[in-house]
């Protein structure tokens, strides 16, 4: 009778089944995973725990990458060592993060002129304008700081503060007094008025720098009291003829021209006193031959009073003529004129 038909085996398989067999195989698998999750996990670690850092010393930059949790061990890493008087940003108990800009400042010698001093001075300040404001320095709108507000500090820098100021001043300065002499004054005998000085006042816009004038502009000026003439004045008696046929009456010596009608721009031939112009008719100056005044003038003849000009003051006298060739022939002389009657002074 033949055996019974067998199950067939699989003894590649039989160890899974196989307690003794299974338990070695399974440990080694454990310590193989557990090593490979602890190597990933402290990898991780890492990556979490480090940082790359930016480090600003001096004004040099350099890249660090630490471990570190603060910014103080970071600095500390890096061979930086803080002294008193050293300045970091952001503060040293700050904790660390991914791409963290450190910035050490360490004091530098600066010399600092300011309001009449001139101080060398210690500072971490990052610029002029932070130096300033340290120490107590305040700006106005005009005044000026050399290097710029805004230039970093440097050893051996020199920082300069001009102030700037803008006012208004006054300036009094005296008119002095003027001489007015009346033509009696020209002939010797002289009575003295005394007048007095005026007052002008100007206005200037000064600028000062550091208290020294460095513009003046000029705003304006006033008349605060007008000055009064010194007057020479006082009436002589004229000397009179001896003889010829104006004997007795007193005569004055005077610089003489002569026009005539339309002789020339501004004059026509009605006169001062309404008179037809021409010969006969003379123009004088009222102060000193009063028009309506009958006049002998030697060389010329009788003649009126009755017309002024422009140029016809003091010891002058115009000499009228019909034609204008007449008065240029005439020309300019001296003559003397004897006065027959005056005319009574215009008010």
């Known amino acids: ?31 193989v995973v557990l090593g490979l999750s602890g190597a990933a996990g402290a990898g991780v670690a890492r990556a979490l725990w480090r940082k790359d850092v930016v480090i600003v010393e001096a004004g040099a930059l350099r890249h660090h990458t630490t471990f570190a949790r603060t910014v103080k061990e970071a600095l500390e890493e890096a ?19 991914e791409g963290l800009r450190i910035v050490v400042r360490h004091p530098v ?5 300011a309001d009449g001093k001139t101080r060398l001075v210690r500072s971490a300040a990052p610029t002029v304008a932070e130096l300033l404001a340290r120490r107590g320095i305040t700006l106005g709108a005009s005044d000026r700081v050399f290097p710029s507000r805004h230039a970093p500090l440097r050893p051996g820098l020199r920082v300069r503060v001009v102030r700037i100021r803008h006012e208004i001043e006054s300036e009094q300065t005296v008119i002095p007094v003027s001489v007015a002499e009346t033509l009696a004054a020209r002939q010797g ?23 020294r004038i460095t513009s003046r502009v000029l705003l304006g000026w006033r008349t605060v009291r007008h000055p009064l003439d010194r007057m020479l004045s006082m009436r002589v008696p004229r000397p009179v003829a001896a003889r010829g046929s104006a004997v007795g009456r007193e005569y004055i010596d005077l610089v ?31 102060r000193v031959i009063p028009l309506g005044s009958r006049l002998y003038i030697e060389g010329y003849g009788y003649a009126i009073a009755a017309d002024t000009g422009s140029a016809i ?33 215009r008010r």
């Open 1 to 31: 009778m033949p055996d019974p038909p067998r199950t067939p085996t699989f003894p590649e398989r039989s160890g899974f089944l196989n307690p003794s067999v299974s338990r070695p195989g399974l440990i080694s698998l454990l310590i």
């Open 79 to 97: 061979g930086v060592h803080l002294q008193p008087g050293d300045e970091v940003s952001p503060a040293p108990t700050t904790a660390l993060q």
């Open 109 to 113: 010698p600066v010399t600092l002129i």
């Open 189 to 211: 005998v002289v009575r003295l008025v005394p007048g007095s000085t005026g007052l002008r006042e100007r206005v200037w816009r000064v600028t000062r720098a550091d208290g």
């Open 256 to 286: 003489a021209t002569a026009y005539a009608p339309f002789c020339c721009r501004g004059v026509d031939d009605v006169t001062a006193l309404g008179v037809q112009a021409g010969y006969g008719v003379v123009a004088v100056d009222p």
């Open 313 to 345: 003051k003091g010891l002058r006298i115009d000499l009228g003529f019909d034609t204008t060739r007449e008065a240029l022939r005439f020309g300019r002389r001296q003559v003397r004129v004897h006065i027959i009657q005056r005319g009574r002074p």
